[in-house]
């Protein structure tokens, strides 16, 4: 019988949710518990897509078949405490044969387009496997290939989805199946023009969770995860941590968008346009309360959080001798938007741009930012200085640029500290600075002293 359900909300699990069949469990238990939840959307076992980016890399054949039996011992021992063990088994059997033969091409030639093929596969794994573990509670469950609706650009590793298309999609592939059946369906992964598999960049099924969220006009997305909402710095980092009852989609975002990981950085724009409540709580404690990210929330502080970006590179260019100013700054951008290169954070002077080049986000997990062609470019345009193994330390909070004392509070925490640039003035919500990737946690640790403790 086919019901429409209003207050649709979308179940996002990530990888140490669905890691083994307890964790499996307990997640199905939460899915359960809450009738609105029609669409799950699953990330890979938790460390599978580490192995699956590694096979990408092409390895050789006895390292393949390690890695393979690593994976198949995953897969194997959630399968081992299921009833029925026969046609899932024959499935999951399936998909690693795919996978070793992706890894063998992957060894020969390694493309980006191959390895989000091969990496995609853990998601296809686990959302199998998830349908299993409802169906043993009797529920209705739907697995839903999420490729059929998510449609990107071809930017293998790190693709964009492309909006009309998707939601096009949802409305007539999807929807109706919601309606039928609780939909599993997988986190990360969509499909280009041309059919082939792409992927939203690292930790990028949060993103698929708000994508289909906002296609269905969903009442609200959950992201259920391995802590208990969003804390004003990891808490993996800082013991002292707190929970963050409520915050603002702007807040939220420029946390992720800094290095948050407990949200891929684009989760919340599909949020914030259609103004959808997303709550981030833990599936392993789901009795201990959660974030929820909405449009406002009352009082907000002037300091909300800390967040790090790792992997960052600060590329300086400087004028050559009789170069006219304007026209370095507009050729410089020029050269950049050609190869494709997206800046974050910068600053000028008359003669010289610094700016800084995040490696952090895509699939593959190499650097496809600073390539030859850009170097060789650059260099017969001006003079080129870069500096690897940086972080990026960002203060979130409200009106940073307009308060006064901020500068000082900040830099007298880190008096001790190699700032190698400051990005301060242009977001309201978040004042950042750039530091040896070996200085940036002991940062992080003196300011959340200093601001929040
Ligand atoms: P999942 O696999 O569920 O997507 P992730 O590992 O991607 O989980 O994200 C959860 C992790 O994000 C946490 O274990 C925590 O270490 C990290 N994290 C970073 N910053 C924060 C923060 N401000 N609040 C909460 N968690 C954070
Ligand atoms: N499995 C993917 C990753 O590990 C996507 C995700 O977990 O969100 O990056
Ligand atoms: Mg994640």
């Not at 690693?96 to 091409?105: K, P, T, Y």
């Not at 999807?174 to 986190?187: I, K, M, S, Y």
């Not at 391995?226 to 939220?252: C, N």
């Not at 103004?275 to 959660?290: E, H, L, Q, T």
Request: charged residues 25%; aromatic residues 6%.
């Amino acid at each position: 019988m086919t019901r429409t359900f209003p207050h649709i909300v979308v179940a996002k699990f990530g990888g140490t949710s669905v890691a083994d069949f307890d964790a499996m469990s307990r997640s199905a238990t939460i899915v359960l518990a809450d009738k609105d939840v029609r669409l799950v959307v699953l990330s890979a076992s938790a460390g599978v897509t580490n192995i699956l980016v590694e096979l990408s890399a092409g390895l050789d054949s006895r390292e393949r078949l390690d890695k393979i039996e690593t994976l198949r011992t995953i897969q194997y021992n959630i399968i081992s405490r299921l009833k029925q063990q026969d046609a899932i088994r024959q499935e999951i059997d399936h998909l690693l044969d795919n996978i070793s033969r992706l890894a063998e091409e992957a060894f020969t030639m390694r493309s980006a387009a191959l390895s989000d093929a091969l990496v995609s596969h853990g998601e296809l794994m686990s959302s199998l496997l998830f349908v299993e573990v409802l169906r043993e509670r009797d529920v209705e469950t739907e697995w839903f290939d999420a490729r059929k609706v998510i449609r990107t650009t071809d930017c293998f590793g790190c693709a964009e989805p492309v909006l009309d298309a998707t939601a096009e999609r949802v409305e007539r592939r999807l929807r109706p199946r919601t309606e039928q059946a609780l939909v599993v369906t997988q986190g990360f992964i969509g499909r280009e023009a041309n059919g082939q598999t792409t992927t939203l960049g690292r930790g990028g099924s949060d993103y698929t969770a708000s994508l289909l969220g906002e296609a269905l006009h969903a009442a609200r997305v959950d992201i259920w995860t391995d802590v208990a909402g969003i804390y004003t710095t990891d808490p993996r980092l800082v013991s002292r941590a707190q929970r963050i009852g409520q915050i603002s989609f702007s807040e939220a975002s420029e946390m992720a968008t800094f290095g948050a990981k407990v949200l891929h950085p684009a989760t919340l724009l599909p949020a914030m346009r259609k103004n959808i409540p997303v709550f981030v709580g833990s599936s392993k404690y789901p009795s201990a309360g959660g974030t929820l990210v909405c449009r406002d929330t009352e009082n907000p502080p002037r300091y909300r959080a800390l967040a790090v970006r790792r992997q960052q590179t600060l590329m300086k260019l400087h004028c050559e001798q009789g170069q006219s100013a304007c026209r370095f700054l507009a050729d410089t951008f020029a050269l950049l938007a050609r190869h494709d290169v997206a800046v974050d954070s910068i600053t000028t002077s008359e003669t010289s741009i610094a700016l800084i080049l995040n490696a952090a986000s895509a699939t593959s997990g190499e650097s496809r930012l600073l390539t030859t062609s850009l170097l060789t470019e650059l260099s017969s345009h001006c003079r080129v200085e870069v500096e690897t193994g940086l972080a990026l330390v960002s203060l979130i909070g409200n009106s940073l640029s307009q308060a006064e004392g901020v500068c000082h509070e900040v830099f007298a925490g880190l008096e001790k500290h190699p700032v190698r640039l400051i990005c301060h003035g242009v977001s309201r919500h978040s004042l950042g600075f750039l530091l040896p990737a070996d200085a940036a946690d002991d940062a992080v640790k003196a300011l959340h002293h200093r601001l929040f403790e």
